[in-house]
């Protein structure tokens, strides 16, 4: 026999509605926030620098990837800053290195844009999705409250 406080929940609303909700906005925020990305091949000189964008420039003898606040560029030279870490018997130092590279001396140079289009077609989509598999189990008798 149950006590009068442990009776069951014959409401028929699910305990799980509430985490329910907050995994489909988690989902739909990761969505948001991966978004769609490509890389463009330019030459240095069809390149505005000022328009702050994540680049990737190669040189003869380095790589950098540079995000916008690590460079800028005045006068036909980029002017980057970044960090080099020395170990040295077990510690390991930080400190900031500015270069100065002449545009002439930039053999490549890739720029990381963000698709808008895609992010916003794959968004959509997997709302649309999730739409229909929600109509899918509310429509059916799956046990399943929304």
Same mark, same amino acid.
């Given at each position: 026999?149950?006590s009068?406080?442990?009776?069951?929940?014959?409401?028929?609303?699910?305990?799980?509605?509430g985490?329910?909700i907050i995994?489909?906005?988690?989902?739909?925020?990761m969505?948001n926030?991966?978004?769609?990305?490509?890389?463009?091949?330019?030459?240095?000189?069809?390149y505005?620098?000022?328009?702050?964008?994540n #680049?990737?420039v190669?040189?003869?003898?380095t790589? =950098?990837?540079?995000?916008? @606040?690590?460079?800028?560029? +005045?006068?036909?030279? /980029?002017f980057?800053?970044?960090?080099?870490? #020395?170990?040295?018997?077990?510690?390991?130092?930080? =400190?900031?290195?500015?270069? @100065?590279?002449?545009?002439? +001396?930039?053999?490549? /140079?890739?720029?990381?844009?963000?698709d808008?289009?895609?992010?916003?077609?794959?968004?959509?989509?997997?709302v649309?999705?999730?739409a229909?598999?929600?109509?899918?189990?509310?429509?059916?008798?799956?046990g399943?409250?929304?």
């Amino acid at each position: 026999m149950l006590s009068e406080t442990a009776r069951p929940d014959n409401s028929g609303k699910s305990r799980f509605a509430g985490k329910k909700i907050i995994i489909y906005l988690t989902i739909f925020s990761m969505l948001n926030i991966v978004g769609c990305y490509y890389q463009q091949q330019m030459n240095p000189e069809e390149y505005n620098f000022a328009d702050g964008d994540n #680049i990737q420039v190669t040189t003869k003898d380095t790589t =950098y990837s540079l995000i916008a @606040k690590d460079y800028y560029y +005045d006068k036909d030279t /980029l002017f980057v800053t970044s960090i080099k870490v #020395i170990e040295k018997n077990d510690y390991k130092v930080k =400190y900031k290195i500015t270069s @100065k590279i002449p545009v002439k +001396d930039i053999e490549e /140079l890739e720029i990381e844009k963000t698709d808008v289009t895609a992010t916003t077609w794959i968004v959509a989509g997997v709302v649309l999705i999730a739409a229909a598999v929600i109509v899918n189990f509310a429509m059916g008798d799956y046990g399943i409250d929304f």
